[in-house]
């Protein structure tokens, strides 16, 4: 893994006396799609969210290509250089939503990576094509339904061309009919070679698009590999047990 | 009655009444710029919880919202020049009543409108700083650029309202001997003996102005809209 571009290694994570993260690490090359799966109370948003410094992890470092921060003890210029490497797409898309869609994938081209307007606003409106909203440049939040507001979310990750994104269970917050949009065009991002971290419950999107997969549970990775390997061979009885559930819970609903 | 009030005098009256307007919107204009500086100050010290001062803000807006208006006119306008002379020796009491007027009321409204400021911020949803976090912001671009102006958006209707509160209370600035509006209408009544008529003629200008400065508010709010 010498040319790893995104390492993570031995996060340590408690709210209080309950310990959330006991010593999570993980390896990206470039291009690279993990999936992150697990129980719910895993620990796998939470591991995260430590990532990009929107908690504050007890312990562990981030190796993005050859710097690396701490985790647990940075200073803000280390945080905010970060977070302007990474790109992070959270549940409920939170969009400024004092803002049109073009604005909100602008903000932090201008206001974080100090772009020059004219070309802000040209970034933008690609990355809005790319994510299938060239009609809603100038749409407010409040007037995009989820999936929508999710795509200008990625939109808003990608446009600053971030070494890796981090996606907080981008679909979890949809209703059944708008996951399909979001997800098709994060598989595009995947095809075009993107570094991504996604923490989610499509199991088809982790099959299909992953490239490697990753169960936690209890705040450890329990087991990790090739898709198919998790799919088909998983090796843990817990693995299997979760992957078992999912699929019973597939077949009532 | 004819003695008292005539018709005819009654409007004659109220271009004189008027004159004084621009002072009566001075008082507003000044009060609300000392409210609005204080008071957003006052409402980050609240929202952030700073110790010692949090405390000064919440007994300042209790005493605020706690003590009559025309009495804290009073008590600046008295209080005001002994505090600054114990403290550094300048006399103020000379100046205008003008100024301490305009000093009573900005302390009044920032006592209101901190707590309005207050509840305008943290009605902005954590998930909006994640966001500003997320993306590489600064603490101050993320207030200034998405908490702030959502978070005026939500204070505005309530703005509104205290600010053609403070027009109308105003007119207690007559009781230091201020030549506004209503210190126009309790002169020119008592000079001509005459004073239902002049108070309401200056009742008619209140109104006036009053639902004028509601409609521009409304008109503002429905401008504002984020898409909705």
Redesign the interface.
Known sequence: MADAQVIVSGVKKSFEDNLVLRDVSLSLQSGDVVAILGPSGSGKSTFLRCLDYLERADAGTLQLGNDVYDLHDASNKQILEVRRRTGFVFQNYNLFINKTALKNVMEPLVCAHRVPKEDAERIAKEALDKVGLSDRYDYYPSQLSGGQQQRVSIARAIAVKPEVIFFDEPTSALDPELIGEVLSVMKNLANQGITMIVVTHEMRFARNVATHVVFMEGGVIVEEGSPEQIFEHPQQSRTRQFLQQIADDAAIG | MGDYFTWNGFIHFIPKIAAQLPMTLLIVGGSLAIGVLLGLLLAFVRVFSIPVAKQIAIVFTSFVRGTPEIVQVFIVYYGLPLLVQSITGVDIDALSALYFVIVAFGINTAGYLAELFRGALESVPR??Y?????????RG?IFR??VI??AA?FALPGFGVNVVYLFQSTSMAAAVGVMDMMGKAANLGSATGRLLQSYAAAAVLFIIISIVLQWAFTLLDKRVT???
């Open positions: 998930g909006q994640e966001a500003g976090e997320a993306a590489g912001l600064t671009a650029r998405i102006p959502q958006k984020f898409g909705r």
